[in-house]
């Protein structure tokens, strides 16, 4: 009698390449699983067995292997990668214990002493801190320009810029750069180019398909989606992958396999999510908009946006993310958020729960006041992350939040 197949190779998972976004969202990284279980197995361990001391010996040579050393990589943080690379349209795909973990093995594995990064200015505060703090102590310099301006970025650029690092739509203020014509830029000066995508999602834009050379995301927000787990990713080229990882190796910023396991599960539901935070957000933006309180709503789905009509080519949906200014400033902005009952006072977003927060008090708080200005933060101004909640539901608690706070 033929020995009977084991369960997986009976089932094998559908190969992931022709299939639609949602179903890669689902199904991509599967393969990696090489048990019968559905959903992929947490492999809870920091080692793993060597079959002799020379397999060991071939390990402490290899890049990335899977079960060798969890800091060094391990099959359900693997699925994760593989399954991010898919929706993201890249080569490979590199896993962190947090966005600012990716973002810095990033900077760490394209610049060196006497290189240069220019930063796009409006910006995650992490990153300009990053920027004007650590690298400077490292011998790299960096600067800031208007990623919205591409006359400025290319003015910016210098002989030693090794790196364009951008964000669109853009931390807080929900600013959209021209993708293609700072991909071209990069290309053109011989310069890689980044973009953290973690407003957007794959979802709505996929920036490498613009000609960017790496993503980068904190999947702590929307690919993960719940708010239960932190970690980042990168995307780009199997190259550039391999040298990120020999970093990720050393500094130790690895995804625990049960933060990867939590990931694959919220990335299952990501298409619905996002599109369901699209709508809501949309209706919320334009239910602000039309509100004597708010002097300003900044989101890109909106016709008043500048930026609204690049936006629409280049992006499928508008994100879950707003920003708006309130009449009556830093005070009128705090009592705002005190006085919200559905949505929470919390920093983070692109979870199920909303959240809103104040960022002129909070996340740019370690910011010299002249930086927040230049970012173009005003003190009413309010960022909203709209979860999963009714869209009615949303609006009382605003509207009653508006009559509470700016009267
Ligand atoms: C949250 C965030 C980060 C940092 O991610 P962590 O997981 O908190 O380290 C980077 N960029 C953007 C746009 C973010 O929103």
Same mark, same amino acid.
């Given at each position: 009698m033929p020995p009977e197949p084991r369960d997986s190779e009976r089932n094998p998972p559908p190969a992931? /390449? *022709? =299939?639609a976004f949602s179903t890669r969202a689902i199904h991509a990284g599967a393969h990696l699983n090489r048990t019968s279980a559905l959903t992929p197995p947490i492999f809870q361990t920091s080692t793993f067995k060597l079959p002799s001391a020379a397999a060991g010996a071939a390990f402490t040579k290899s890049t990335a292997p899977s079960e060798f050393y969890t800091r060094w990589g391990n099959p359900t943080t693997k699925q994760f990668e593989a399954a991010l690379a898919s929706l993201e349209g890249s080569e490979a795909a590199l896993a962190f214990s947090s966005g600012m973990g990716a973002i810095s093995a990033l900077f760490f594995t394209a610049l060196s002493a006497g290189d240069h990064l220019l930063v796009g200015r409006s910006i995650y505060s992490g990153v300009s801190e990053l920027a004007n703090v650590f690298l400077p102590r490292f011998g790299v310099e960096s600067s800031f320009a208007d990623a919205g301006r591409i006359e400025d970025l290319d003015r910016a650029i210098r002989p030693n810029t090794k790196l364009i690092f951008v964000e669109s739509p853009t931390n807080p203020t929900l600013d959209v750069c021209d993708l293609d014509a700072v991909a071209a830029l990069g290309r053109r000066r011989g310069v890689l180019t980044a973009i953290d995508n973690t407003f957007a999602t794959p979802v709505n834009q996929r920036p490498l398909s613009r000609g960017f050379d790496v993503v980068v995301h904190a999947?702590?927000?929307? =690919? *993960? *989606?719940?708010?239960?787990a932190t970690a980042g990713v990168i995307c780009g080229s199997q190259q550039l992958i391999d040298r990120a990882w020999y970093h990720l190796k050393l500094i130790g910023a690895s995804l625990s396999p049960f933060e990867a396991w939590l990931l694959l599960r919220g990335l299952k539901t990501l298409a619905v999510r996002v599109q369901q935070q699209n709508d809501t957000t949309l209706e919320i933006a334009r239910f602000l908009a039309s509100r004597? /309180?708010?002097?300003r709503v900044h989101y890109p789905g909106l016709e008043s946006h500048p930026r609204h009509a690049l936006a629409r080519r280049q992006m499928t949906g508008f994100g879950g993310v707003l920003s708006f200014e309130v009449r009556g400033g830093l005070a009128a902005g705090a009592r705002l958020v005190e006085s919200l009952r559905v949505i929470q006072l919390a920093v983070s977003l692109g979870g199920v729960e909303s959240i809103i927060q104040h960022p002129a008090s909070m996340t740019h708080g370690t910011l010299p006041e002249e930086e927040i200005r230049k970012a173009g933060i005003e003190p009413g101004l309010l960022r909203l992350s709209i979860g999963l909640e009714d869209v009615e539901d949303l609006r009382r608690d605003l509207a009653q939040g508006l009559d509470a706070s700016c009267r």
């Amino acid at each position: 009698m033929p020995p009977e197949p084991r369960d997986s190779e009976r089932n094998p998972p559908p190969a992931a /390449e *022709g =299939l639609a976004f949602s179903t890669r969202a689902i199904h991509a990284g599967a393969h990696l699983n090489r048990t019968s279980a559905l959903t992929p197995p947490i492999f809870q361990t920091s080692t793993f067995k060597l079959p002799s001391a020379a397999a060991g010996a071939a390990f402490t040579k290899s890049t990335a292997p899977s079960e060798f050393y969890t800091r060094w990589g391990n099959p359900t943080t693997k699925q994760f990668e593989a399954a991010l690379a898919s929706l993201e349209g890249s080569e490979a795909a590199l896993a962190f214990s947090s966005g600012m973990g990716a973002i810095s093995a990033l900077f760490f594995t394209a610049l060196s002493a006497g290189d240069h990064l220019l930063v796009g200015r409006s910006i995650y505060s992490g990153v300009s801190e990053l920027a004007n703090v650590f690298l400077p102590r490292f011998g790299v310099e960096s600067s800031f320009a208007d990623a919205g301006r591409i006359e400025d970025l290319d003015r910016a650029i210098r002989p030693n810029t090794k790196l364009i690092f951008v964000e669109s739509p853009t931390n807080p203020t929900l600013d959209v750069c021209d993708l293609d014509a700072v991909a071209a830029l990069g290309r053109r000066r011989g310069v890689l180019t980044a973009i953290d995508n973690t407003f957007a999602t794959p979802v709505n834009q996929r920036p490498l398909s613009r000609g960017f050379d790496v993503v980068v995301h904190a999947a702590t927000k929307f =690919l *993960g *989606g719940h708010s239960d787990a932190t970690a980042g990713v990168i995307c780009g080229s199997q190259q550039l992958i391999d040298r990120a990882w020999y970093h990720l190796k050393l500094i130790g910023a690895s995804l625990s396999p049960f933060e990867a396991w939590l990931l694959l599960r919220g990335l299952k539901t990501l298409a619905v999510r996002v599109q369901q935070q699209n709508d809501t957000t949309l209706e919320i933006a334009r239910f602000l908009a039309s509100r004597p /309180e708010v002097e300003r709503v900044h989101y890109p789905g909106l016709e008043s946006h500048p930026r609204h009509a690049l936006a629409r080519r280049q992006m499928t949906g508008f994100g879950g993310v707003l920003s708006f200014e309130v009449r009556g400033g830093l005070a009128a902005g705090a009592r705002l958020v005190e006085s919200l009952r559905v949505i929470q006072l919390a920093v983070s977003l692109g979870g199920v729960e909303s959240i809103i927060q104040h960022p002129a008090s909070m996340t740019h708080g370690t910011l010299p006041e002249e930086e927040i200005r230049k970012a173009g933060i005003e003190p009413g101004l309010l960022r909203l992350s709209i979860g999963l909640e009714d869209v009615e539901d949303l609006r009382r608690d605003l509207a009653q939040g508006l009559d509470a706070s700016c009267r």
